[in-house]
C-alpha cells in the first residue's frame, strides 16, 4: 500500500513536472508571438507612411507645377488615394496592434501560472537591494498596467483606445493624413474651377 502510495505521488509530481515545462514551452511561443506581431505591426506602419509620404509631396508637386486647369484633373487622383490609404492604414494597423495587446494577456496569464508575479525571498534580511531579492520577475510597471481591465478583453479595449500611447500617435498620424487628403482635394478641385473660369473668360472677352 505505500509503495502504491509513493508511485501516485511519484505520478502526480511527473505530471506537475510536465505542466511546468509544458507553460515554459508555451511562454517562449507567446513570447516570440509577441514580438512577430510587433514587428509585423512597424512593418505596416513604415510601408504605410512611405505610402502617404510619396502620395502627399507628388500632389503637393503636382499642384505647384500644375499650370492650366485640365492639368489639375488627373490631380484630384492624388488625394482620392490618400484619403482611401490613410483610412486603410488605420484599419489595418489597429488589427496587429489587437493581435499584440490579446498576445500580452496571454503572457500574462501564463506568468501568473509560471509563479513570476509572486514577490521572490518573502524572508530575506536583504535590506539594501530589496529590489533584487524580494521583487517579482515581472515588473511592477507591467503589473499595474494589467489592473487597467477586469478581463484582458476590457484591458485590449482600454489600450486600443487610449490617445497617448504608441497606437494612438499612429492614429493621430493617419488621421492627420486623412484630413490633409480631403484638403488637398478641395484645394486641388477648387484652383482647377478658377482657372477654368479664368479661361473661359478669356473666350468670350
Do not use: C
Not at 512597424?42 to 500644375?66: N, P
Amino acid at each position: 500500500m505505500f509503495a502504491s502510495f509513493i508511485d501516485q505521488f511519484d505520478y502526480w509530481l511527473l505530471l506537475r513536472t510536465m505542466e511546468k515545462e509544458d507553460l515554459f514551452t508555451l511562454y517562449r511561443l507567446v513570447i516570440e508571438q509577441e514580438e512577430y506581431f510587433l514587428t509585423e505591426h512597424q512593418k505596416r506602419i513604415a510601408f504605410y507612411v512611405g505610402l502617404l509620404s510619396t502620395l502627399i509631396v507628388g500632389t503637393v508637386a503636382g499642384i505647384y507645377y500644375a499650370k492650366n486647369w485640365y492639368h489639375f484633373v488627373p490631380l484630384v487622383v492624388g488625394p482620392i488615394l490618400i484619403v482611401g490609404i490613410a483610412s486603410l492604414a488605420k484599419r489595418g494597423t489597429t488589427r496587429l496592434y489587437q493581435r499584440f495587446l490579446e498576445t500580452i494577456t496571454i503572457l500574462a496569464k501564463v506568468e501568473e501560472d509560471l509563479g513570476l508575479t509572486q514577490e521572490r525571498n518573502k524572508d530575506s534580511k536583504v535590506s539594501d537591494i530589496r529590489w533584487v531579492t524580494s521583487e517579482p520577475f515581472v515588473t511592477k510597471r507591467h503589473m499595474d498596467s494589467r489592473a487597467e481591465g477586469k478581463t484582458s478583453k476590457d484591458w485590449v479595449d482600454v489600450h486600443l483606445t487610449k490617445k497617448d500611447n504608441y497606437h494612438g500617435v499612429t492614429m493621430n498620424l493617419f488621421g492627420l493624413a486623412h484630413l490633409l487628403g480631403w484638403l488637398l482635394f478641395a484645394f486641388t478641385v477648387s484652383i482647377a474651377f478658377i482657372k477654368l473660369l479664368l479661361a473661359l473668360s478669356h473666350l468670350f472677352l
